[in-house]
């Protein structure tokens, strides 16, 4: 079974600039996640959809967004990008959302990383 | 709100020597916890969970014990080999909710 990707890999921007990320989950997961990955503050928890319904949202402006479309596939986008915004994102998708013991594991793609000059 | 603290690196040994990487964590209830790899240049491995107290997750030679009574979850390996060169993090999900809270990572070198 296929893995979690996600393009595209590297991304080079400049300031006020906007990108769009993509992600797709392993086969017949439906829940999918998006976290930033920087030296400075570690990975940090952008949102995650669930049949393309936002489900839960980190601390982030609203520059970042996202959406999931009906095969699970998912886009974050970032507006208007500032230097800070470098970064490796990564998308991790699992079966189920939830609560519980038997809850799935969340399995991450590469990342794409996005450099803002 | 929750959080999890894990020892900060580098960490530097020689191969086949043991391996022990302190978590703690501060959460409500009662949460999943997990140890993640990141090999360089890499997106994030599940190296092993535990569910509930007193669950003892393992994998690749690596355990892991949650214990409630400390809020603990430390990683240990009794013979490291220098393969297992990478970034750990040690990572818990609250009950009820599907984002992942991350420790700061800790980097670990095995010498040959």
């Known amino acids: 079974k296929a893995g979690v990707t996600q393009t595209p890999r590297y991304l080079i921007k400049t300031r006020g600039q906007q990108v769009t990320l993509s992600c797709s989950p392993i086969s017949g997961h439906r829940s999918v996640s998006w976290y930033q990955q920087t030296p400075g503050q570690g990975l940090q928890f952008l949102f995650e959809y669930f049949s393309e319904t936002q489900r839960n949202k980190g601390n982030f402006p609203g520059r970042f967004s996202g959406r999931q479309f009906s095969n699970s596939r998912s886009e974050m986008n970032v507006s208007t990008l500032e230097l800070g915004d470098s970064a490796l994102y990564l998308c991790?998708?699992?079966?189920?959302f939830g609560a519980g013991e038997n809850t799935d594991t969340q399995y991450f793609g590469p990342g794409t990383r996005l450099t803002v000059l | 709100g929750d959080s999890v603290t894990q020892m900060e690196g580098p960490v530097t040994l020689s191969e086949e020597a043991f391996l022990t990487i302190n978590c703690t964590y501060t959460a409500t209830g009662y949460p999943s916890l997990f140890w993640y790899v990141q090999y360089p240049g890499e997106g994030l491995q599940l190296l092993l969970k535990?569910?509930?107290?007193?669950d003892k997750g393992s994998n690749k030679g690596f355990e892991a014990t949650y214990r409630k009574e400390t809020t603990s979850f430390h990683l240990e390996k009794g013979s490291v080999q220098v393969s297992d060169s990478a970034v750990y993090f040690c990572?818990?999900?609250?009950?009820?909710?599907?984002?992942?809270?991350f420790g700061k990572g800790t980097r670990l070198h095995i010498l040959p």
């Open positions: 991790a998708s699992s079966l189920v």
């Open positions: 535990a569910t509930k107290a007193d």
């Open positions: 990572a818990l999900r609250a009950f009820g909710d599907d984002k992942i809270i």
